[in-house]
């Protein structure tokens, strides 16, 4: 059997045989005038197993598309598994990545002709943007490989990659009939239909405009209403204690006024300094506020016992500004959680410095304190390692190159030369640039190198990396990181379709990496914000090491008391264990790293004085929604990252022109993520993947782990952002944004009507709705100009509406957004006024609109 790199380079010299010479020229001549025209057929027709499609071929050049001579390489983010024609092959190259190529019954397609060539594939595709751009011809002759990149499949359009997946994705065909955007059928039923404006104006119906001048984001644990106001103006001046410069400092940049350590006691004072926080008749010592207005004395007290709490009563003092008037409160704050947390997939589709630097003042803004950066995946490495120049050379760019010796295989659709998604790395400048700006606003940045699954681009860049020493002749140099036993013939897939993603953890050259790249960001972090946390993923290892002979002799032949390959995951775990501890950090994990076969691995066997786990994967029929639990009750620390509530890559609502993945939950809006109950879990149990409903009984029947014994290894919440389908810095806000609101709110304030377990205390949906009627109009009057002002590109919802007795109604999610409305097909739109709610017929559209951004529109028949 040969080895997947060994198989890249034979694919790689076959294509450089004569046969396979064609001419530059026509190659481009046809990839500018192939038209391709992707459509999604049935998802329906095998209970979720696979789904047909079709793609046709219209030849628009001038040229013949030969007998022979080319390739069409694309992604595609589920296995094919046949396809209707004789006249071409599809094989599976790696990941998402596969080939069509001509057999001899292939038919030259002359200019005009069209071919369709229909497929069956596994699983489903239910929406536009789970189809990947960039689809490439390629050629070889013996000289060099020539690509051209279908333009017609392009997502680039005046250089510019379009936030919604209907404008980006113009190849794909619509999604208009329940067989295309259903994915079960038979036995099974799914119970999503795209929303109608009617039904989004049914979901909106509790929503209504309230006063929400002097309240905070997120939720203060105490707030005092008082009588009067304040004006700012530049008589004002920040005066701060000893040890609060910076926070007064960005506090008066803020305002547009001085800062200074001592003022006149007749001067309007804004006063930052220590002081003690007491809540409930206890104090608090960690990020916690009170802030004081006093029209009376004409005075702003801002006391914290530490500098991270005067910079959010500094952030709270901002909200409650009108113009220059300030309302008299007394808030006096301090976070539920220590951990506050958004993950970041950079690796996927990479997330530039300034993109990063401007999401850390929105996380400061909404008091989050923790950036998980995940730096290297299959699909790229993002971060320089000095030692090893390779992972940034070759691991953090895609391109054309079968042998994977100069980059990694374009997948996600990054075509033959790649992207600016797909290509990019932080140098370690880059790198410490967001080191020092977390480290102002209390955010710590908490890097992440997956391992031993999801190394795909690390395996292919140290693969690269030996044999330029073995080229050199320098045998010991080149396997000084080698991760690849070139012996094993273990067969696997993992759930992204990769057979070689997974760092062999028997030699003791992986190990020699991982202590190279920890110690290369400890030393990045020096002196900025030391290193206390090294992420190492751990999820989804997909069945390695079985045939290796690596493994095998050390399986023969150890005293770590690894008998099968079993047991080599727990043994890699408490590698890295020691390793991490040696640079005195410590470690995290998603949840399944940390167990293998739902057992969880002993923590008196890992060295670091913290562990703590990612509690991700909460599927509630599958019945592993107990994970959470049981890793706290084993002595982990537990971060809830829950995929149900709070992964933003999901849509936002179930309509096949929403971005994003829905493996977990079919859609996912700010309104659900604003109701995550953290203190009872099974009490967020709402809907099975298909829509039917599920109950909290229902999951605590299936779970193993019932209750939570340690509420104190209980650490905080993260939402995650992965960025398969993300490409552009405003689709990755427009997915973030405003959910991530919801997130924080819940992460930062206990509200009353959550429910609790250790209470007994059961859900209030009535209290829960006055809130979320709150917080969305915070959102729609202060929040979302905000955004608009600094260029962050949230997401505008789709409006709802009806007609009755020929009355326009129409509202949104967030009360004050405004809507428009058109009754010439879009030809022309105005703002619609429900105080004066216009005469209409059908039919008429519908959008939000802010600034020169619109929403998707709907359209009331």
């Not at 994705?169 to 208009?176: A, E, K, P, R, Y």
Request: glycine fraction near 6%; charge should be negative; aromatic fraction near 10%.
């Amino acid at each position: 059997m040969l080895k997947p790199t060994a198989l890249g380079l034979l694919i790689g010299a076959s294509l450089s045989s004569t046969a396979w010479a064609m001419p530059a020229s026509q190659l481009d001549a046809l990839g500018n005038g192939l038209d391709v025209q992707y459509q999604v057929i049935d998802n329906t027709q095998d209970d979720w197993r696979s789904f047909t499609g079709n793609v046709a071929f219209t030849n628009q050049s001038t040229q013949t598309l030969p007998k022979t001579g080319w390739a069409i390489y694309f992604s595609h983010i589920r296995m094919i598994k046949s396809i209707d024609t004789d006249q071409l092959k599809v094989s599976h190259v790696n990941g998402d990545l596969f080939k069509l190529e001509p057999t001899d019954s292939f038919v030259p397609l002359a200019p005009g002709d069209q071919l369709v060539v229909g497929f069956n594939a596994s699983d489903w595709q239910v929406a536009k943007s789970d189809i990947m751009p960039n689809w490439y011809l390629a050629s070889d002759d013996e000289a060099d490989t020539h690509t051209a990149l279908i333009t017609s499949t392009s997502n680039h359009k005046n250089g510019q990659v379009p936030t919604k997946p209907d404008d980006e994705l113009t190849f794909v065909g619509d999604f208009d009939a329940p067989a295309q955007w259903k994915r079960y059928g038979g036995a099974l039923t799914d119970h999503y239909d795209p929303f109608t404006a009617e039904q989004r104006y049914v979901r909106n119906a509790d929503l209504s405009l309230v006063d929400t001048q002097g309240h905070v984001l997120p939720t203060p644990a105490s707030r005092i209403e008082k009588n009067g106001h304040i004006t700012l103006d530049s008589e004002w001046t920040v005066v701060y204690d000893n040890g609060y410069q910076a926070q007064a400092q960005w506090l008066a940049d803020q305002l547009g006024i001085s800062a200074t350590d001592w003022a006149p006691t007749n001067q309007k004072v804004i006063h930052v300094g220590w002081g003690k926080v007491t809540l409930n008749g206890s104090d608090q010592w960690h990020e916690a506020y009170r802030l004081d207005v006093q029209p009376e004395q004409q005075r702003i007290d801002i006391d914290a016992p530490d500098q991270a709490g005067a910079l959010y009563a500094a952030q709270s003092l901002l909200q409650l500004k009108t113009g220059d008037t300030l309302k008299a409160v007394t808030l006096t704050d301090a976070p539920r959680f220590a951990y506050r947390g958004l993950s970041v997939d950079a690796a996927r589709n990479f997330r530039s410095k300034e993109a990063i630097l401007k999401l850390l003042d929105q996380m400061a803004a909404l008091k989050l304190n923790k950036l998980h950066l995940r730096l290297s995946d299959d699909e790229a490495w993002r971060i320089e390692i000095p030692a090893l120049p390779e992972l940034a050379d070759v691991g953090s760019k895609r391109c054309h190159d079968l042998s994977e010796t100069r980059c990694v295989l374009p997948f996600l659709g990054a075509g033959p030369d790649g992207t600016e998604a797909s290509n990019g790395y932080y140098t370690t400048e880059d790198y410490q640039a967001i080191l020092r700006k977390a480290e102002a606003l209390n955010i710590t940045v908490i890097p992440e190198v997956d391992m031993p699954g999801h190394a795909h681009a690390a395996i292919k860049a140290m693969e690269a990396r030996y044999h330029k020493y073995m080229a050199q002749g320098d045998e010991a140099k080149a396997k000084e990181y080698l991760l690849t036993d070139f012996e094993d013939d273990t067969q696997y897939l993992s759930v992204q379709m990769f057979t070689d993603n997974a760092i062999n953890v028997c030699m003791e050259s992986s190990y020699r990496f991982v202590d190279t790249v920890v110690a290369a960001l400890v030393d990045a972090h020096r002196d900025i914000q030391p290193l206390d946390t090294f992420h190492f993923g751990g999820d989804e290892i997909a069945g390695a090491w079985k045939e290796s002979p690596v493994c095998q002799a050390f399986i023969a032949d150890n005293d770590a008391g690894v008998n099968s390959v079993d047991d080599l995951s727990q043994y890699f775990v408490e590698r890295i264990s020691h390793i991490t501890q040696r640079h005195q950090l410590d470690l995290g994990g998603w949840e399944d790293g940390l167990m293998h076969n739902n057992k969880v691995y002993p923590r008196a066997q890992l060295a670091n004085e913290h562990v703590y786990g990612n509690a991700w994967q909460n599927i509630w029929e599958w019945g592993v929604a107990d994970r959470a639990y049981n890793l706290a009750n084993n002595g982990y620390g537990v971060i809830y990252n829950q995929a149900t509530h709070l992964y933003f890559d999901h849509p936002y609502e179930p309509d096949p022109s929403e971005r994003g993945y829905y493996w977990a939950p079919r859609f996912t809006d700010t309104r659900k993520t604003f109701s995550f109950m953290p203190d009872d879990l099974y009490a967020n149990a709402d809907a099975k993947r298909n829509g039917a409903s599920i109950t909290k009984q229902e999951v605590l029947d299936a779970a193993t782990v019932k209750t939570l014994t340690r509420p104190d290894n209980v650490l905080g919440l993260q939402a995650s952002i992965w960025s398969e389908t993300i490409r552009s810095d405003g689709q990755f806000e427009s997915m973030t944004f405003p959910r991530l609101f919801a997130m924080a709110e819940r992460a930062w304030h206990r509200a009353e009507w959550e429910a609790s377990t250790q209470t007994g205390q059961e859900a209030d949906q009535t209290k829960r709705n006055i809130d979320y009627n709150l917080f969305a109009n915070q959102l729609a009057n202060y929040w979302f100009p905000q955004l608009e002002q600094q260029g962050v590109g949230f997401r505008l919802p789709v409006p709802g509406g009806v007609i009755e007795s020929g009355i326009l109604k129409a509202n949104s999610p967030f009360p004050g957004l405004t809507i428009e409305y058109s009754t010439d097909n879009g030809a022309s739109w105005q703002i619609y006024d429900a105080a004066n709610a216009p005469h209409v017929t059908a039919p008429v559209q519908l959008r939000t609109i802010s600034g020169e951004r619109v929403s998707r529109v709907s359209k009331i028949q």
